[in-house]
């Protein structure tokens, strides 16, 4: 039988004091189950009872976080919003045009003169590299023509992103890809091709590596070659920068057929800087021209300037290839300008066809002293008529003719002409011709005297070249221009400059009567090496001194010219070649332009197949000259 200890024994006061405590901590830890915080406590003693004040603080601390989230919430969703859902666009969304290649350039046959075709660029990591540094370049080298040496030091140059080749052809990368080595990395881009090289590299020009063009129709016409019509549109990113590929609309990758043709002819073009580079090398020449011009239209079907440049590797020449000077340079024309001072006399009636005019052979104005370029050999040629003056190239003569014009009606009607601006070709750079100011020109005689026969001005090649198509076409001025428009693969136009009806500068009659006399001066005079059996050609010798940028003249540097029109009785073609700076005593217009130009006319009649001309008959010259 188990025996109770009493009450009042020591075991019985320490288990009810162990009692006590735990229920004590029972409470502490569940304050809120029943009364338990109701606890007993020592004899007399009442009942424990919470912190009241602790309770408060522990419901205003969590009030007041409530309340700060809250604030915070409606900061963010509301005050804040606008901005961050911007921010967000700007890295969840990209704005990107739709991908277009650029559109071919061709000839006026379609021969492809620009095309976009791919490359690709090589880049080397290193750090992914599986074979050594050196089996990696020895494998390379070969196929980029490069030593394993030069390869091994770029290698070396970092772990990743090392840029071995920038354009690697088709066939070269399919070699790289077949090596199968870790760490090389092949990235396809486009690149522009000039398969033409240097033959039309001063018309077309070139685009950057940034796909930009620097020079020439690329730059001029890069609108319509960009194929950049088309709004941006917005794609959606995944969070490593990757596009959604289910978000790209249907046409994001644009293809047309659309080809940008131009007015020149690759088989003249050929032929024209074939026989310029020629000429130019006989006679140590600085630099040459050679224009040909749609004389009904004023389309050019040859635009050659040498030296020129490849514009597949232009990072090769100096800038200052790239500016087609036949457009952006100006030179004092010299006596190809005397046909179109004739025609101003003739058009106010100054002169009538068979003047005849005294040729002294050499004036004076004060200081200044004008003779013919052949005064010594020859002295005065006396009594000439108008059609003799043009023939012999008579500076004297042409001045008597100018003295005849009204100063402020000869200084208007150079204005007319155009002189002073630009004739507005489709090529970029262009510049505006010059004249003496109008007080000048009308209070100093010898300003008109030297207008007279082609010096005291300047205007462009192409410039001068679209007087003379005045000239053969009836007096219309036609605006020259290289682009004949957007044409689809079949030929079928899409777009074309709408140009308007061009003025008329000279009177269809005073056109035929000038054209009659610069034939003259082909069959007779200075002009006949440009002769060709069986047709009637007209032109224009020319032999000036070069003016120096700082005024007056370079001694010993001449610029010579020849302009021609073909063929007199139903004129075309209207040729134009400058050669800037020629060397030797013989260099004049007649021995090194005018065989250009009877070149350039040769292969005109082949490839446009003009029939032989009929011979003048004394009835067409009779009535030329009784139309005034």
């Known amino acids: ?27 502490k830890r569940f304050p809120q189950r029943g009364n338990l915080s109701l606890l007993p406590t020592r004899p007399g003693q009442s009942p424990v009872q919470p912190s009241r004040l602790r309770l408060l603080v522990v419901w205003g601390i969590l009030i007041l976080g409530g309340l700060g989230l809250l604030l915070n919430l409606v900061g963010l969703q509301i005050v804040k919003a606008p901005g961050l859902q911007e921010r967000a666009q700007q890295q969840q969304i990209v704005s990107l045009q739709p991908f277009t290649a650029r559109r071919p350039i061709v000839d006026r046959l379609g021969n492809v003169l620009a095309i976009d075709q791919p490359v690709y660029t090589l880049y080397a990591h290193p750090m992914l590299f599986k074979q050594s540094k050196e089996e990696i370049a020895n ?104 596009l959604i590929p289910s978000q790209l609309p249907e046409g994001f990758v644009q293809q047309d057929d659309l080809r940008l043709q131009l007015t020149l002819d690759s088989r003249l073009q050929r032929t024209a800087r074939h026989a310029l580079k020629q000429q130019m090398e006989q006679f140590g020449a600085k630099r040459g021209a050679v224009l040909v011009m749609d004389v009904r239209d ?67 104005f004060g200081e200044w002293t004008i003779e013919n370029y052949d005064y010594d050999e020859r002295g005065g040629r006396g009594a000439q008529t108008i059609t003799e003056i043009l023939q012999h190239s008579s500076n004297v003569g042409m ?89 689809h693969a079949d030929g079928q136009p899409e777009w074309q400059p709408n140009e308007p009806d061009p003025p008329q500068v000279f009177s269809p009659q005073t056109s035929q009567t000038v054209l009659t006399m610069m034939e003259s001066v082909v069959t007779e005079g200075t002009g006949q090496s440009a002769q060709i059996p069986g047709y009637r050609v007209a032109g224009k010798t020319g032999t000036a001194q070069k003016a120096s940028p700082d005024g007056g003249y370079l001694d010993h540097a001449r610029i010579t010219s020849f302009v021609s029109v073909l063929p007199v ?43 032989p001309s009929q011979p003048l008959t004394d009835d067409l010259t009779e009535e030329s000259e009784m139309s005034f």
């Open 139 to 242: 494998a390379l080298a070969p196929l980029l023509k490069r030593t394993s040496a030069q390869l091994f030091s770029q290698l070396s140059q970092g772990n990743s992103g090392i840029r071995l080749e920038f354009a690697l052809s088709q066939d070269a990368a399919n070699q790289v890809k077949a090596l199968q080595m870790d760490g090389l990395e092949l990235v396809q881009h486009p690149q522009r091709l000039y398969p033409q090289e240097d033959l039309f590299a001063d018309v077309v020009g070139y685009v950057d590596v940034d796909r930009q063009g620097q020079a020439g129709i690329e730059f001029s016409q890069q609108p319509l070659l960009e194929k950049s019509t088309s709004e941006s549109i917005e794609l959606s990113r995944t969070g490593n920068g990757a």
């Open 399 to 487: 001045v008597h003719i100018t003295e005849r014009l009204r100063p402020n009606v000869y200084y208007s009607r150079l204005e007319d002409l155009g002189l002073g601006q630009k004739t507005g070709i489709d090529l970029p750079f262009e510049s505006s011709s010059q004249m003496k100011p109008y007080d000048q020109f009308m209070n100093a005689a010898v300003e008109r005297a030297t207008t007279a026969f082609g010096q005291g001005f300047s205007l462009t090649p192409v410039q001068l070249l679209q007087l003379h198509a005045a000239i053969a076409n009836g007096g219309r001025l036609v605006k020259p221009h290289i682009v004949e428009g957007l044409f």
């Open 569 to 611: 009785e139903a004129p075309r073609y209207a040729v134009l070649v400058v050669i800037d700076e020629p060397r030797g005593d013989d260099a004049y217009g007649s021995t090194v332009s005018a065989p250009i130009a009877k070149s350039v006319m040769e292969s005109l009649i082949t490839l446009e197949r003009i029939p």
């Open 298 to 364: 004023g389309g050019m079907r040859s635009l050659v300037v040498e030296p020129s440049y490849n514009p597949n590797e232009y990072y090769r020449f100096n800038v200052d290839r790239f500016r087609n000077w036949a457009v952006s340079d100006l030179l004092e024309p010299g006596s190809t300008f005397k046909p179109i001072n004739v025609a101003i006399a003739l058009d106010a009636r100054a002169i009538r066809p068979n003047d005849v005019i005294n040729d002294e052979g050499t004036l004076q």
């Open 1 to 27: 039988m188990a025996t109770v200890p009493p009450s009042n024994s020591p075991y019985t006061s320490r288990t009810k004091r162990a009692q006590q405590r735990s229920l004590r901590r029972t409470a």
